[in-house]
């Protein structure tokens, strides 16, 4: 085979959850370029319409479905829909997450006042409704598949070194990775050992979820938080959506027949360095 030929994605079928956001939608598009059939699953139906959209007119091929990670139902209801449609699933991009501002430490909201149900609503958004059941649901498909299958996770920093104000994040992406490598030995152990289990582990994007903790509303220069952050990472900037592309089309591709288990940083730098 060619060298080149091995990160191609021609003939599969790649299903990117939350794949009408920023980041994830930006994956979608790199996988179909690179000759996947792309399913956009997102709770917000007219950003996942305007993805796969954005995907056909670059002659692309890719459809829309409605997904909540909250309801498993949904879930089920869109691997349903995606068999009839395609007949396969091949890679299972698990994008959604995010952070809750009432799961955030303030100076107005102390940590020991954090309401519970927050914290287990992030961790739940970030790793059973985000991460695991969509698993469950997608991945029993991918086990019929002769050639196996891969499966990215979207971890992040926090994983590697928790963050100050973000307990229940910081929390859910370190179960992200820790549920990565154990699914990767699981699945090779007991069912099939062609389907692979990695994540990437974003360092800092600047993103409407973070960007309150980051820039100023009203001016949009940096917060201490985000100059921290800067002066943290060498390559001495935030990262852009296209960071993440390569990386995952590794993942995804026969490029990578041999890897499970890891979490790959995109960080500039970031988890590397001391602060000296």
């Given at each position: 085979?060619?060298?080149?030929?091995q990160f191609?994605?021609?003939d599969?079928v790649?299903?990117?959850?939350?794949g009408g956001?920023?980041?994830?939608?930006?994956?979608?598009?790199a996988?179909a370029?690179?000759?996947a059939?792309v399913?956009?699953?997102?709770?917000?139906?007219?950003q996942?319409e305007a993805?796969a959209?954005?995907?056909?007119?670059?002659?692309g091929?890719a459809n829309a479905?409605?997904?909540d990670?909250f309801r498993?139902?949904?879930?089920?209801?869109?691997r349903d829909?995606?068999l009839a449609d395609?007949?396969?699933?091949?890679?299972?991009v698990?994008?959604?997450?995010?952070?809750?501002?009432?799961?955030t430490?303030?100076?107005?909201?102390?940590f020991?006042?954090?309401?519970?149900?927050?914290l287990?609503?992030?961790?739940?958004?970030?790793?059973v409704?985000g991460?695991i059941?969509?698993?469950?649901?997608?991945?029993?498909?991918?086990?019929a598949?002769?050639n196996?299958?891969?499966?990215?996770?979207i971890s992040s920093?926090?994983?590697?070194r928790?963050?100050?104000r973000?307990?229940?994040y910081?929390a859910?992406?370190a179960?992200?990775?820790n549920?990565t490598q154990?699914?990767?030995?699981?699945?090779?152990q007991?069912?099939?050992?062609l389907?692979r289990?990695?994540?990437i582990a974003?360092g800092?994007?600047?993103?409407?979820?973070n960007?309150?903790?980051l820039?100023?509303?009203d001016?949009g220069?940096?917060t201490a938080?985000?100059q921290?952050?800067i002066s943290?990472t060498p390559m001495?900037r935030?990262?852009a959506?296209?960071?993440l592309?390569?990386?995952a089309?590794?993942?995804a591709?026969?490029a990578?027949?041999f890897v499970?288990?890891?979490?790959?940083?995109?960080?500039?730098?970031f988890s590397?360095?001391s602060?000296?």
């Amino acid at each position: 085979m060619n060298m080149l030929e091995q990160f191609s994605l021609q003939d599969k079928v790649a299903v990117v959850t939350a794949g009408g956001g920023v980041l994830c939608g930006a994956i979608a598009e790199a996988m179909a370029q690179a000759g996947a059939t792309v399913a956009v699953a997102d709770l917000l139906t007219e950003q996942a319409e305007a993805r796969a959209k954005t995907i056909r007119q670059n002659g692309g091929t890719a459809n829309a479905y409605y997904m909540d990670a909250f309801r498993r139902e949904t879930i089920e209801e869109a691997r349903d829909k995606i068999l009839a449609d395609f007949g396969k699933i091949d890679i299972l991009v698990n994008g959604v997450g995010g952070n809750m501002k009432a799961a955030t430490t303030a100076p107005d909201l102390s940590f020991f006042d954090i309401p519970a149900d927050a914290l287990m609503r992030v961790v739940d958004l970030n790793l059973v409704g985000g991460v695991i059941v969509p698993t469950q649901v997608f991945v029993k498909a991918m086990l019929a598949n002769p050639n196996g299958g891969a499966v990215i996770n979207i971890s992040s920093m926090n994983a590697f070194r928790p963050l100050t104000r973000i307990p229940g994040y910081s929390a859910a992406k370190a179960a992200v990775s820790n549920f990565t490598q154990w699914l990767a030995v699981h699945l090779a152990q007991e069912y099939q050992p062609l389907v692979r289990v990695n994540a990437i582990a974003p360092g800092f994007f600047l993103t409407e979820q973070n960007r309150y903790l980051l820039t100023d509303k009203d001016t949009g220069a940096l917060t201490a938080r985000g100059q921290a952050i800067i002066s943290h990472t060498p390559m001495g900037r935030f990262g852009a959506p296209e960071d993440l592309l390569g990386t995952a089309i590794w993942l995804a591709s026969d490029a990578s027949r041999f890897v499970t288990g890891v979490v790959i940083p995109v960080d500039g730098g970031f988890s590397a360095f001391s602060g000296v």
